[in-house]
């Protein structure tokens, strides 16, 4: 075995990618998949059908029956729990989990929030997006006294608001603080937590905003912005993510990092005057 091999191979590693179907968790399926890992994802099957992006899965990294998938709801405790047993009869008891599911819906001035909405985008974001799989797979995981690692996933609202999206940035910065005190209660139990901040990725939901001539690449004038703040001066490619992914998930390279959030941002958050 090579030493790149030793240090990344993610071989005796299951994981769970929850919203595995949507665009960035996808990316980060593939590369575990790559990487020697089982991946389970675990979506809605709502707005993306979990069978055909299990199907894509397996075509991009060649994983072959090492991918599988399960329909449920992360808002939804009980369906969480049973969803972690469906797992086991398929592949090895879950030691990794992505908190893929995450989404931004709706912008307004803050005088004028829809209250509704905004219970909505945090029930996504904080409690289907982090709060609930943590709870249960943490919990199983110190009963049983396995060794394991949690990969959140915050954004670059988790540190500087964006404009108008007031539940999400609310839901992001508690992902980054969640990140850093779970991280802390349950290290002495073997289990890592650590984070990743995505710059802008163009997905589903912020393609709208971003690109205003799908033929062109014309950008919007929020795209122009956020590429004049990006000193890299580009979107992220999904390629981008791979790395952060394997390294997080392998207890041989990242085995002493825990509790910190890593930006994959192109220096967004480096911009100044
Ligand atoms: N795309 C970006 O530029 C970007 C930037 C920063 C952070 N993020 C974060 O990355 C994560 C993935 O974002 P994306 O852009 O790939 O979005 P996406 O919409 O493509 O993926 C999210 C997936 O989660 C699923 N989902 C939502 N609620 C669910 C629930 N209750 N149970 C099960 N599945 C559920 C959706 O059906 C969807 O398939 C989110 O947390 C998002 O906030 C994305």
């Known amino acids: 075995m090579s030493y790149v091999d030793e240090l990344f191979s993610l071989k005796g590693v299951s994981a769970v990618v929850t919203g595995g179907a949507g665009v960035l968790p996808s990316a980060m399926s593939v590369a575990l998949a790559k990487a020697g890992a089982e991946v389970t994802i675990w979506g809605r099957g709502t707005s993306h059908p979990v069978t055909e992006a299990v199907e894509s899965i397996r075509d991009e990294s060649g994983a072959g029956d090492r991918v599988h998938g399960i329909t449920v709801d992360t808002n939804d405790e009980d369906a969480v729990s049973a969803a972690f047993e469906e797992t086991c009869l398929h592949a090895a008891m879950p030691n990794l989990l992505v908190n893929g599911v995450g989404g931004n819906q709706g912008k307004s001035e803050f005088v004028d929030i829809d209250v509704d909405l905004f219970r909505r985008v945090v029930d996504m974001n904080l409690l289907a997006g982090l709060v609930i ?7 199983k995981w110190i009963r049983e006294k396995q060794r394991a690692s949690i990969i959140n996933i915050s954004s670059m609202s988790s540190y500087n608001p ?3 999206v007031w539940a999400y940035d609310a839901a992001k910065s ?11 209660e349950f290290a ?20 709208r905003l971003l690109i205003a001539d799908d033929e062109t690449g014309e950008l919007t004038e929020r795209g122009k912005q956020i590429i004049g703040k990006t000193p890299a001066g580009r979107f992220g490619d999904f390629a ?34």
């Not at 799989?133 to 919990?139: E, L, N, R, V, Y």
């Not at 508690?174 to 802390?184: C, E, F, P």
């Not at 002495?188 to 393609?207: K, L, M, T, Y």
């Not at 952060?244 to 041989?252: G, H, M």
């Open 240 to 273: 981008d993510i791979e790395g952060v992914t394997v390294y997080l998930a392998s207890e041989r390279a990242s085995g002493f990092v825990t509790g910190v959030t890593i930006p994959v941002d192109g220096g967004y958050l480096t911009d100044n005057v």
């Open 162 to 164: 964006l404009s108008g």
């Open 174 to 184: 508690a992902v980054l603080n969640l990140t850093v005190g779970s991280a802390r």
């Open 133 to 139: 799989p943590t709870k249960i797979f943490a919990g």
């Open 188 to 207: 002495p139990h073997g289990i890592r937590v650590n984070g990743i901040a995505p710059g802008f990725f163009i997905g589903h939901q912020n393609r």
